[in-house]
């Protein structure tokens, strides 16, 4: 009942989502993590420290939905189970991997039910949808924010996998946001943006309250669209999908495809100009007010309470 | 270029959804219908592309009930050439919606083909991976940019560290994200010109491809309920409530 991860990783570090991986995968059984990196080595070191994993296996390749399909095909005949984190690596590659090996994933798990039972949200988290997957393999994808981490502490073993990968698509250019704000995915705390921020400048706002409590940066699809914040900042039904112990959510109405992604959230707290919005309704404790006069009033406040994570 | 556009009908991605009670499926009949957002944003990119010049011909194809006719029509009123509507009241897994798709690729040989990266109703995200996969063709992802280089395609991805750009020689599966264009409403006379396009209709059933569902649903559920909270009346009693949650939070 072995259980083969596929680890995400960017800009040389494994991606800070991965024990909560490491979790979800270990309710199926042993864990082996692969690394596809051209420089694996280090990302592997950090993968081989998470608690439960078995072994960790290592390709040296450029990562593209090519070769990393190609090294999980390889590879696949040996597991029960191949698995990746629902992010946007996983989700380019699993459904091709699938095609290949002629099996039906069952992807953005949040709940595993038992050895072939899955939930998984449908319909933007409108809805849950119960499966079993009575094929011999399963391919699967979690969202990562759904699981509490697995421990460190671990030594695992590392072994070089010496496969010759080909892919016709290439790498041209990576366009990152500078941020230091904690991974979105995988914050405790997350401080959400909507269109009524109303510019990039005002999203500095944001940021600074961010930085007061230690908390990621996330925006609506209409504050991206609008240029307001970049487009890895977006949580939602197609952004980023988020389960933090407490989100702020500021000058957010609360569309549908918004609410999406924010269900996971232990608590909501929302400021707001509008009582009657979707948001202030669903929300735990709300402030009404002007978020511009707000905010630094609550930045002053939390400083003085030395509120600090 | 020949493009080949696959489009989904869905419950409008409006709609509020009604988990039907016993638990058997979400409530469709009577449910405004319309296609999947992201598949506007594959027609719009393949109709963009033809009025940039070198695209031949577009193709675009649903697999569903006789009803999804209206988006294939909603297509051609954009701006596509042709539909085909594979037509099966039965509810198919991604896979095999991908080896469907697949024959119509292996029949119609386009250079592109153009998918919506998910649908709002199963939110799988699956499709044009597959098939990419089971055509032997190198994919573009969650397309936020295409610029057609001469045999080949540079496409800029929306990815979750940012967005990157690759290269896709083609033919290439590429699929649409919500930042690519921005999807144009035909007008009436596009609409009225649609009617008259060419639309063939072929039953699921005569492309040889198992139609038989791998996994078992064994439930449709509503998510759990949040129960209101309490509104405060000023700045210092937030940031009370806010220090009391941290306060409470496990240390990672």
Redesign the interface.
């Given at each position: 009942m072995s259980v083969l991860l596929l680890a995400?990783h960017?800009?040389g570090a494994l991606s800070p989502a991965t024990a909560r991986l490491v979790a979800a995968a270990s309710e199926l059984g042993a864990v082996d993590i692969l690394v596809v990196a051209e420089n694996p080595a280090p990302i592997a070191a950090e993968a081989a420290k998470i608690a439960g994993v078995h072994q960790v296996i290592t390709v040296t390749a450029p990562e593209?939905?090519?070769t990393i399909?190609n090294s999980l095909e390889n590879l696949a005949q040996r597991y029960r189970n191949v698995t990746a984190s629902a992010?946007?690596?996983g989700?380019?590659?699993?459904?091709?991997?699938?095609?290949?090996l002629?099996?039906?994933?069952?992807?953005?798990i949040v709940e595993i039910l038992g050895p072939n039972?899955f939930t998984r949200?449908?319909?933007?988290?409108?809805?849950?949808?119960?499966?079993?997957?009575?094929?011999a393999t399963h391919l699967l994808t979690f969202r990562a924010s759904a699981f509490r981490?697995a421990a460190s502490g671990n030594d695992a073993p590392i072994e070089t996998l010496d496969l010759s990968v080909t892919?016709?698509?290439?790498?041209?250019?990576?366009?990152?946001?500078d941020s230091d704000t904690p991974d979105l995915?995988t914050a405790?705390?997350v401080i959400g943006g909507g269109v009524s921020v109303g510019s990039a400048e005002g999203f500095q706002l944001i940021e600074k309250l961010g930085k007061t409590?230690g908390a990621a940066v996330g925006a609506t699809?209409a504050a991206?669209?609008a240029g307001y914040a970049?487009?890895?900042w977006q949580i939602g039904?197609?952004g980023?999908i988020i389960a933090p112990?407490?989100y702020?959510a500021i000058g957010i109405s609360g569309a549908?495809?918004h609410l999406a992604g924010i269900?996971g959230a232990k608590?909501?707290?929302a400021?707001n100009t509008d009582?009657e919005s979707p948001l202030?309704?669903?929300?735990?404790?709300?402030?009404?007010g002007d978020l511009f006069e707000?905010i630094p009033?609550?930045i002053a406040?939390?400083e003085r309470?030395g509120?600090k994570? | 270029m020949k493009i080949l556009v696959a489009v989904k009908r869905v419950v409008d991605h409006n709609v509020r959804i009604r988990v039907r009670p016993d638990g058997t499926g979400v409530e469709t009949s009577g449910v405004r219908m319309s296609m999947n957002p992201f598949c506007k944003h594959a027609v719009e990119a393949a109709v963009q592309l033809a009025e940039k010049g070198d695209v031949s011909e577009i193709v675009v194809v649903s697999i569903g009930p006789k009803q999804s006719n209206d988006v294939i029509l909603t297509a051609l009123a954009m701006g596509a050439h042709r539909g085909i509507l594979v037509e099966t009241d039965a509810a198919l897994e991604t896979l095999t919606i991908a080896k469907l798709l697949a024959k119509v690729v292996a029949e119609e040989q386009p250079d592109l083909v153009l998918l919506g990266k998910q649908a709002v109703d199963d939110d799988s995200n699956h499709v044009g991976q597959m098939l990419a996969a089971l055509s032997n063709r190198p994919q573009a992802t969650f397309a936020s940019e295409i610029v057609v280089k001469g045999a080949e395609l540079e496409v800029t991805r929306e990815v979750d560290y940012g967005r990157e750009t690759i290269a896709v020689p083609l033919p290439a599966v590429v699929t649409a994200d919500l930042r690519l264009n921005t999807p144009r409403n035909a007008a009436l006379p596009m609409v009225m010109k649609a009617r008259s396009k060419p639309l063939t209709v072929r039953p699921a059933a005569e492309f040889g491809v198992d139609l038989a569902p791998r996994l078992t649903v064994e439930k449709i559920s509503p998510p759990s309920e949040r129960v209101a909270g309490k509104t405060v009346a000023s700045v210092a009693d937030f940031a009370n409530a806010i220090a009391g949650e941290v306060n409470e939070m496990e240390a990672l």
């Open positions: 995400d960017d800009n593209t939905a090519e399909t992010s946007s690596v989700k380019d590659v699993i459904p091709r991997l699938a095609a290949k002629d099996i039906q994933p069952v992807t953005d039972r949200p449908i319909y933007a988290g409108n809805a849950l949808e119960t499966v079993e997957d009575r094929q981490p892919s016709a698509a290439r790498f041209l250019a990576a366009h990152r946001t995915a405790q705390i409590l699809r991206v669209d970049p487009n890895d039904q197609t980023k112990d407490l702020i549908l495809q269900q608590k909501i707290f400021i009582p202030v309704k669903i929300a735990d404790v709300a402030l009404i707000i009033q609550l406040e939390l309470l509120i994570r | -």
